[in-house]
């Protein structure tokens, strides 16, 4: 059964993650990276490891 395909397959958009602001340690919950902060650092997703 075809979903709308507007939504990119990244991960499941139910389940938001934790993005945390590498420059200021906001975190933010979102179901998709939301790029960058307000401080104008950038964002990762803690659920990732940093490597
Ligand atoms: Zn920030």
Redesign the pocket.
Known sequence: MPHSQDVEGTNDPESPSQYE??????IVEATTNPGT?????DFHNRAKSLE
């Open positions: 602001c590498l420059q200021c340690g906001t902060c307000s401080c104008g650092g």
